[in-house]
């Protein structure tokens, strides 16, 4: 119940996430046995042995956590759909909870990563959306935040069909979306936006 309680979620959604937790520690042991077989292979040992113990599954998984590339890669397959800045911010978030000696993620950083992600509130989205945006961490967001945001945004039809003739196209298309952003929220464009902003232009839409 501790962590129901800590992240306010449902037992059974901490179970979901506790399961894929699970076999996300087992995709990590395996990689890196595998890691270890070519590196033994290849004439390394010692230090580098890795001792997996399959009896002990509880402690394996309180002691061994999940790698962070590995959790990219396997956890979440609708982030192939989400832009690429803002899934690297929402990992920066949890890079300073990796554990320095196993140079891996302890579960209670993956179970607060994975409820980010799972977050139906609207209330909270804001919020986490406004965190990923606010690259120099001032707590307002200026026109070149919202701008890069923009631009990055439209770096995945970009890239689908690149011509270098589109370039102008594309920086005006970007700059016409983030003025727009500043005219929705009433403010010019060298105002700093403040996610109280963001909550009350929902709040009007809703």
Partial sequence: MYYEKKFSIERILF?????????????????????????????????????????????MVENAGVDLDIVKKNAFPQLMFENKMVIERMFDFVKGEIDLHTRLLPFEAFL????????KNVSQK??????????????????????????????????????????????????????????????EEEAELTVEQFHFAMDQDT
Avoid: P, W
């Fill in 126 to 187: 804001i919020e986490r959306f406004f965190k990923l945006i606010d690259t120099d961490n001032s707590g307002t967001l200026d026109y070149e935040e919202i701008l890069d945001l923009c631009r990055r945004n439209l770096c995945t039809y970009q890239e689908s069909n690149r011509r270098d003739e589109d370039e102008e196209f594309y920086e005006d298309l970007a700059k016409a979306f983030a003025s727009s952003i500043f005219k929705c929220l009433d403010e």
């Fill in 15 to 59: 179970l979901k996430i506790f399961n894929l937790y699970t076999s996300m520690v087992f995709i990590t042991v395996y990689t890196h046995c595998m890691e270890l077989s070519d590196k033994q292979k290849a004439g390394f040992s010692g230090s580098d042995a890795i001792v997996v113990n399959t009896m002990d599954v509880d402690r």
């Fill in 112 to 119: 607060r990563l994975v409820v980010q992600f799972n977050t």
